[in-house]
């Protein structure tokens, strides 16, 4: 009797513990009853029928990564691409994941993979080098809408590489040097423009301030010479009055005042050796003779006005 007992007691906690399940963080067990699903276990402490339940799939809730294998795709040009891709998505719902679709990572796999094709064979190959983006957000928007009833909610999909043909990518290599080449001669052209535009800028201030120059000089010369011609009108103008008044013996005066003053020229010259007079010379005698009697005239004069 204390045998049975004993042995009762250990089937029925081995019964208990056979019932007895742990849920990981992260993750969600879906139950069975008699081959029915009837709850999803969350994470934590949680006990079932033996032998009635069990544990039918561990659901993995957390957000995933899904590499896409590579594949070749034909543009709408006609031109053949290599494309990578990743796939990143969370379970939302774990009776649906499990029990809607076979296999989930199989179906997500084949639904991008056909989806890409779709995409990017609408497309021409200079678009699918550089729309990237409107690639990852068409693919976006059809996966997770097509994913819906699984219960998976798709949050991102990246294109990783798109691989062209190696004469392709030779062509755009060249294409590329080709139009560095030509930006840097169109700045260059640019440079060189600039400096002659700034050279004749600079030749032409250089001009006009030279023009204003020799205006502002003639405009001095011609100030110059008409003080000149009017202190030289004056001068005549006195001449005339004492010519006037006191006859030829001014006019004499001022005719050996010059004629002394010209002498006086060769004098001082530093390149003149030997002066010859000409024969008019002889008539500075009678000047200087006329100079002297209008000296006597003007003393007369004076002393005839004291008396």
């Known amino acids: 009797m204390g045998g049975f007992l004993i042995s009762l007691i250990v089937v029925v906690v081995v019964f208990l513990l056979m019932g007895v399940r742990v849920v990981r963080q992260g993750y969600v067990y879906t139950v069975e009853r008699l081959g029915k699903y009837t709850l ?16 039918g799939h561990r659901v993995n809730m957390m957000e995933q990564v899904l590499d896409i294998p590579g594949q070749e795709i034909i543009t709408r040009d ?15 719902d774990a ?22 094709r779709t995409v990017m064979g609408s497309m021409d ?16 928007l059809v996966i997770d809408h097509a994913t819906a009833p699984w219960g998976v909610k798709v949050t ?16 755009m290599a060249r ?21 002659e535009i700034l050279r004749a800028e600079g030749q032409k201030q250089a001009q006009i ?14 100030e110059a010479r008409e003080r000149a011609a009017l202190a030289e009108a004056e001068a005549t103008r006195v001449v005339s009055e004492a010519i006037a008044t006191s006859g030829t013996q001014a ?18 010259s530093p390149n003149a050796k030997t002066i010859l007079f000409p024969v008019e010379a002889t008539q500075l005698i009678g000047s200087v003779g006329g100079i002297g009697a209008l000296v006597k005239d003007a003393l007369g004069r004076d002393a005839q006005g004291k008396g």
């Open 209 to 222: 301030l030279e023009a204003e120059g020799r205006r502002e000089a003639a405009f001095r010369d011609a």
């Open 40 to 55: 999803a276990a969350t994470p934590g402490l949680h006990v079932i029928i033996p032998f009635v339940d069990r544990v």
């Open 95 to 116: 009776g649906k994941a499990a029990y809607e679709v076979l296999n989930l990572y199989v179906a997500i796999t084949q639904l991008t993979t056909t989806n890409l």
């Open 251 to 268: 006019l004499n005066y001022f005719v050996a005042q010059k004629y002394t003053e010209a002498v006086a020229q060769f004098a001082v």
């Open 156 to 171: 991102r999909v990246e294109i990783k590489d798109i691989r062209p043909p190696a004469d392709i990518s030779n062509a």
């Open 175 to 195: 294409q590329m040097k080709a139009e560095r080449e030509k930006r840097a001669q169109i700045l260059e052209a640019e440079g060189l423009k600039s400096a």
């Open 125 to 140: 190959l200079d678009e699918t080098l550089s729309k990237r983006d409107e690639i990852n957000a068409k693919l976006l």
């Open 78 to 92: 006609n031109a053949m691409v290599g494309v990578d891709a990743v796939v990143f998505f969370q379970v939302l």
